[in-house]
């Protein structure tokens, strides 16, 4: 609410992506632009993860707890407080979790620079929602495609 006790509009929307180690997007999602990135983890998580590569901005007590009852490696940014910065150790622990993480930043550039994608384009959670949703998608298939030109087929008459 405004000073006046108004309700305010959300213009802004922010997106989420989960992505394997290979880049494929496994889950998205999308939420007001005020909306804290922790908010989304549980929604990103799928349950089968040996490991969650994330930024700061997930960095808190709950999700080390969480991630240690789930046995997932903290693979989350350390961040420096005031008065407190980051040592030389995290800091290089920061850089060796961004080079993993830089996958999952891929699909992102993807719909800015092929998608059009650079800001959200809709009103409403749905209509964004359904727009990155087609774009995860057609990510995916250019990723595939990708993937069966290097690598070819899997060979599905092995004994078993």
């Known amino acids: 609410k405004d000073s006046r006790g108004n309700l305010k509009s959300t213009y802004g929307y922010s997106v989420y992506t989960g992505?394997?180690?290979?880049?494929?997007?496994?889950?998205?999602?999308?939420?007001?632009?005020?909306?804290?990135?922790?908010?989304?983890?549980?929604?990103?998580?799928?349950?089968?993860?040996?490991?969650?590569?994330?930024?700061a901005a997930y960095r808190s007590k709950e999700?080390?707890?969480?991630?240690?009852?789930?046995?997932?490696?903290?693979?989350?940014?350390?961040?420096?407080?005031?008065?407190?910065?980051?040592?030389?150790?995290?800091?290089?622990?920061?850089?060796?979790?961004?080079?993993?993480?830089?996958?999952?930043?891929?699909?992102?550039?993807?719909?800015?620079?092929?998608?059009?994608?650079?800001?959200t384009r809709f009103m409403g959670l749905t209509k964004n929602m359904t727009a990155y949703g087609i774009a995860a998608t057609a990510h995916n298939i250019r990723k595939g495609a990708n993937f069966l030109t290097l690598y070819g087929l899997l060979n599905l008459n092995y004994a078993g």
């Open 19 to 55: 992505v394997d180690e290979d880049g494929f997007i496994q889950r998205h999602t999308v939420t007001a632009g005020n909306v804290h990135d922790s908010v989304e983890r549980d929604t990103l998580l799928l349950s089968y993860e040996t490991a969650l590569y994330a930024d």
């Open 63 to 119: 999700t080390c707890d969480k991630l240690e009852r789930f046995g997932i490696s903290d693979q989350v940014q350390r961040k420096g407080y005031r008065n407190k910065p980051l040592l030389a150790k995290g800091r290089s622990r920061n850089d060796a979790i961004a080079e993993i993480r830089a996958g999952g930043e891929r699909p992102f550039a993807t719909f800015k620079s092929r998608y059009g994608l650079a800001q």
